[in-house]
């Protein structure tokens, strides 16, 4: 149903006591983004945020791209 680009997670606490998903932010690109690339335009708009668990719906199904940092080997 909706794509994004998984840039970072972040979590809030120790990773093991984990139960509110509320305490997990996901950095999100909107790869549908046309405009230019100027940051300040970027993130007024919304296109590069950080987003709660919220934002995922339990009857939608996401396709998130995950991209790779190079390899230094």
Known sequence: MLAY???GIEIEGEQSQIIDG????WLI???HYTG?????AIQSKGVCTW???QLFK???FYNLCLPLR????
């Open 5 to 7: 680009t998984l840039l």
């Open 22 to 25: 509320n305490k997990i932010k």
């Open 29 to 31: 690109l909107d790869p």
């Open 36 to 40: 230019v690339d100027d940051l300040q």
């Open 51 to 53: 987003k709660t668990s």
């Open 58 to 60: 339990k009857d939608s």
């Open 70 to 73: 190079p390899s230094l080997f």
